[in-house]
């Protein structure tokens, strides 16, 4: 699919999908409530991320020094003028450019899956030197996770630029809390660009319990709660949830021509096991899945697009892989091992979360206690109700319907911080 910046005219959101993944509109009974209505869309003018509005940011960088948190996604698109039929995407990384026009940064900040964005998940980041640019690199996924009054001295200013995709487990949401709890202790600015959230079409899921709260989901929001990173970062400082309740001086630079219900292609991949649009949709479902011994497609080229495991009940199944070590998966779950399950990959766009495929796990492993890690899923479930639930042979509906009283809780305070409709 090309990048949506280059899209003029009326496009139909089926078509796409179904077009740029290779959909062929197949589905589950159970699923087909989740499965989202085809519109058509009237794209007048291209979306245009924060960080290619330099003229709203740059003055506030001149003669200061910078600190940068970013990793491959934080780039200045070059695509002005190319035929909306173009899939080549041109680029520069925000860094490259800064340092063309003279920005003096001092350092630059790397998230989980590092500055490149080559680190497998979970896997920690070291502090460094970019052989590219020769500025140092502080880790923030390593034995430290908020910087420290060390890593911040000298100075001025703080710009954090990540690409993110709207779940509360996909950890750059945690980054950018700590970021801003460490900026506003030492009395950094902060400015954060915008960018597209692309599960910003709906609000699903579990809600983070306090008592469960940690990298994995810092605070009491829904497991996908569509908001992009700068209204996130509005909401967290204006209700307080940084430590002790002290607030940053933030500032977020928006998008513009953008919606919470407009169709966001990304170019290039968030992290590693993110590879297309499907594998993003299906991550707040199918992610559920880190939490448990079962196989979500890492190990292949299906990431979050599939899952399996070697104990599931082969004759329930039409659908085996074999997860191999590949780029983003140096050791995935049931390496080497036939594993059965289901291949999700024509599945068309999701506008909710469901356990369903979880469900469908626990039900045909013929070991049941094989199934879940119990404490890494609670983390990503940000509550035990859901494991017990599953466990209890509990149903689709009423689990989400369990979701809902939190779920409008949240939506009435997410209303006052929303930049665009």
């Keep these: 699919m090309p990048f949506l910046t280059g899209l003029k005219n009326t496009i139909f959101i089926w078509f796409l999908v179904l077009s740029a993944c290779g959909n062929k509109s197949k589905t589950t009974n159970s ?6 209505k085809a519109e058509t869309v009237t794209l007048k003018k291209p979306v245009i991320v ?3 509005r330099t003229a709203n940011y740059i003055p506030n960088l001149k003669g200061k020094s910078v600190g940068i948190v970013a990793n491959q996604t934080s780039v200045i698109f070059k695509n002005k003028g190319k035929s909306s039929n173009s899939n080549q995407i041109e680029y520069t990384h925000l860094v490259d450019s800064l340092l063309s026009l003279k920005i003096d940064i001092k350092k630059v900040f790397a998230p989980e899956h590092g500055f490149r964005g080559q680190a497998d998940a979970g896997e920690k980041v070291k502090d460094g030197v970019d052989t590219r640019t ?3 690199l502080i880790s923030l996924y390593g034995k430290n996770r908020k910087p420290k009054g060390t890593d911040l001295k000298g100075l001025d200013i703080i710009l954090f630029d990540i690409q993110d995709v709207g779940v509360r487990f996909y950890t750059y949401i945690a980054t950018l809390q700590l970021v801003m709890e460490a900026c506003a202790e030492h009395n950094i600015p902060v400015i954060v660009l915008d960018r597209p959230n692309p599960n ?3 609000i699903d899921g579990p809600t983070m319990k306090a008592e469960h709260a940690g990298f994995l989901g810092m605070t009491e929001i829904p497991l996908v709660y569509g908001m992009t990173i ?3 970062a509005t909401m967290i400082n204006e209700e307080k949830w940084l430590e002790n309740g002290i607030k940053a001086d933030l500032t977020v630079v928006p998008l513009q021509n953008w919606s919470h219900s407009t169709l966001y292609h990304l170019p290039i991949r968030p992290s590693p096991n993110l590879p297309n649009d499907i594998s993003i949709n299906l991550y707040p479902s199918l992610g559920l899945f880190e939490g448990t011994n079962v196989n979500a497609g890492r190990g292949t080229e299906f990431q979050f697009q599939r899952y399996g495991a070697s104990f599931l009940d082969s004759s329930q199944y039409d659908f085996s892989y074999t997860p191999l070590p590949n780029f983003g998966s140096k050791h995935p779950k049931e ?4 594993v059965f399950g289901k291949d999700l990959s024509e599945i068309p766009r999701m506008n909710s979360v ?18 879940f890690n119990t404490s890494g899923f609670t983390k990503h479930a940000g509550t035990t109700a859901l494991q017990e639930q599953i466990e209890s042979g509990v149903s689709v509906e009423e689990i989400k319907n369990s979701w809902q009283p939190e779920i409008e809780k ?11 409709h």
């Design 410 to 420: 949240f939506k009435s305070i997410r209303s006052k911080y929303l930049l665009y």
């Design 134 to 136: 020769g500025l140092p």
């Design 230 to 232: 700068g209204e996130y």
């Design 335 to 338: 390496n080497g091992k036939k």
């Design 50 to 52: 924060a960080a290619n």
């Design 200 to 202: 910003a079409h709906y």
């Design 354 to 371: 469901s356990p369903e495929w979880v469900i469908d796990a626990y039900n045909n492993a013929k070991d049941k206690a094989q199934v």
């Design 31 to 36: 699923n087909q409530q989740d499965v989202a």
